[in-house]
């Protein structure tokens, strides 16, 4: 029979500590999310009788060899080493195989004080409990790696926050939830021999080729695997961040307590999504300085890079000196990276497969036109995913005669340029449009676009979790007087935010960018 298992447990007695999860005979079973549940392998009695998947999200498990526990971790908060932190809310229940033979986490967020509380309640208010579940099973269908949530109970106890409030708890499934803080930890407390283990377990668990790779080298195995999971995570980190960037997603609160070893999108806060481009876009209302506005983003990870690198010297050299020059050019190869492969990323989002596509001698051409293609959308305040659907239909000849002379508005020369690149024009866009209306059959010359609009479709969504839409449906289960009424909303959006990508009549609700809610849009940490 299929059991959790307990590997990072029984790593060291350091990485975590024994907690109880309270009792929650009131609990009720709010979403549950039974592909995921298959995806992962669980027993299929559970995915079948809702009674099971109550008690599995309350800590009541029957699943085998469940346990509790909280880990232990610290981290930079805002840029200010804040010492200890660790589960103050969370609970592992263990980590379970899936049918590939990878692991992932259980975690139930909500359940209850753990030694790591300090001052917090342990509880999670039901708001930010379906916010958390919308944003990271509508992340993951947008192709961005994320922390899943396999569902959410109400605990049927009040919690106090702005006012009373009712309780729940989520059910996250990560590839693990060891984050740069869990490193910062055992390097502060200088306890170099767990922080050893750390990063073999964290190099096998999550970069096994990596770690295959250590164990072939001679020489000093700890320095080894430590550079390795470096400059792995830097690569993950690097892809994450492509990601955020591609759809116009804002973490809010990249704390290096919230940034994830494996590269994964976790602990959604004040998280939302950009609307209008606007580079210096914030909403969370704890991020004052705009330490994590939107296009800050791959700076707060680089920095954060150069946290975990801080971490990992003791193992790299006993030298200080020998480990940062082993260590820095690592760090310092960042912003070179990362600007390949943001880049890449953008061209596909105009429809060239890389960044020197389109000309045969200039890749720089490319960029600064990306680069005034963008600023004209921040100029005009254009919503950045509306404004990629108008290109795409553009290019594909679905845009009318008015949208056309809106696009050469905002865009001026660069949409011009652009289509040049494409071997298009403005006129030959609005010939194929108008031959479309008339149902002619497309003609040859019809297809030679279809490469480049298939890869905008692939890398451009139309459909977002936009920020109005998810408070809309959170407010309406709010305001519900039996919960379960009020989830309508949330099942509706979520399956429409499953296959964001899928072409949207113009009419769809859903498309549109809510630039007024957006400009007085707050979020909060949501404790
Ligand atoms: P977060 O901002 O959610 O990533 O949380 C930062 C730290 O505060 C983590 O150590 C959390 O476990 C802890 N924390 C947040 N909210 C609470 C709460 N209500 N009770 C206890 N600990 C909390
Ligand atoms: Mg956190």
Redesign the pocket.
């Known amino acids: 029979m299929k059991q959790f298992i307990h590997s990072y447990r029984e790593l060291d007695q350091a990485v975590f500590e024994n907690c109880a999860i309270a009792d929650w005979p009131e609990a009720k079973l709010l979403l549950w999310n039974n592909k995921l549940a298959q995806e992962i392998d669980l027993p299929e009695a559970l995915r079948q009788q809702p009674k099971l998947q109550c008690d599995l999200l309350s800590g009541q498990t029957s699943l085998a060899n469940s346990s509790s526990y909280a880990l232990v971790?610290a981290?930079h908060?805002f840029g200010q080493f804040a010492g200890r932190?660790?589960?103050?809310?969370?609970h592992m229940l263990g980590e379970w195989p899936t049918s590939t033979g990878s692991l992932v986490d259980l975690q139930l967020k909500g359940s209850g004080?753990?030694p790591?509380?300090?001052?917090?309640?342990?509880?999670?208010a039901l708001g930010p409990a379906l916010r958390e579940y919308l944003m990271s099973e509508a992340l993951h269908a947008l192709g961005v790696p994320s922390a899943r949530s396999l569902g959410v109970v109400s605990t049927g106890a009040t919690v106090e926050r702005d006012g009373p409030t009712g309780g729940a708890i989520v059910c996250r499934v990560a590839q693990s939830h060891l984050r740069v803080g869990t490193f910062q930890w055992f390097a502060a407390t200088e306890q170099h021999p767990v922080l050893a283990k750390l990063t073999h377990y964290a190099l096998k668990r999550h970069y096994p080729e990596q770690a295959a790779g250590v164990k072939q080298q001679a020489g000093n195995s700890d320095s080894a695997a430590a550079l390795a999971l470096l400059d792995a995570v830097i690569d993950k980190q690097i892809q994450l961040l492509c990601h955020w960037m591609r759809i116009g997603f804002i973490h809010g609160?990249m704390?290096t307590?919230?940034c994830s070893i494996a590269g994964e999108t976790i602990?959604f806060?004040p998280c939302a999504m950009l609307g209008s481009f606007n580079p210096s876009a914030v909403y969370s209302s704890i991020d004052r300085q705009g330490r994590y506005a939107f296009a800050q983003q791959p700076a707060m990870m680089n920095w954060n890079m150069a946290r975990l690198a801080e971490s990992l010297l003791p193992l790299i050299d006993t030298n200080v000196e020998a480990a940062l020059d082993l260590a820095r050019p690592l760090i310092e190869g960042i912003p070179a990276r990362f600007d390949s492969a943001y880049y890449t990323m953008l061209a596909n989002k105009f429809g060239f497969s890389d960044i020197s596509a389109g000309q045969q001698n200039n890749p720089a051409e490319l960029r600064s036109l990306i680069d005034t293609m963008l600023a004209a959308m921040a100029k005009h305040e254009l919503d950045y995913t509306l404004s990629f659907r108008q290109l795409t239909k553009l290019l594909a000849g679905e845009l009318d005669p008015k949208a056309q002379d809106q696009l050469e508005h905002y865009f001026s020369d660069s949409l011009h340029d652009w289509l040049g690149l494409h071997g298009s024009n403005l006129q030959e866009c609005g010939e194929r449009q108008l031959a479309r209306q008339q149902g002619s059959e497309p003609g040859k010359e019809e297809h030679k676009h279809d490469s480049a609009v298939a890869l905008m479709r692939a890398n451009n969504p139309e459909l977002i979790p936009r920020n109005y839409f998810v408070e809309q449906a959170i407010e309406q289960t709010l305001n519900q007087t039996t919960k379960t009424q009020g989830l309508n909303l949330i099942q509706d959006y979520l399956s429409a935010w499953q296959r964001p990508y899928d072409k949207q009549a113009d009419q769809c609700e859903l498309l549109q960018s809510k630039a007024d809610f957006d400009q007085h849009y707050r979020t909060f940490?949501?404790?």
Not at 85 to 90: E, I, N, T, V
Request: charged share 20%.
């Open positions: 971790y981290g908060q932190l660790g589960d103050g809310r969370a004080p753990t790591f509380s300090r001052g917090g309640d342990g509880f999670c609160v704390n307590d919230n602990d806060g940490c949501g404790t």
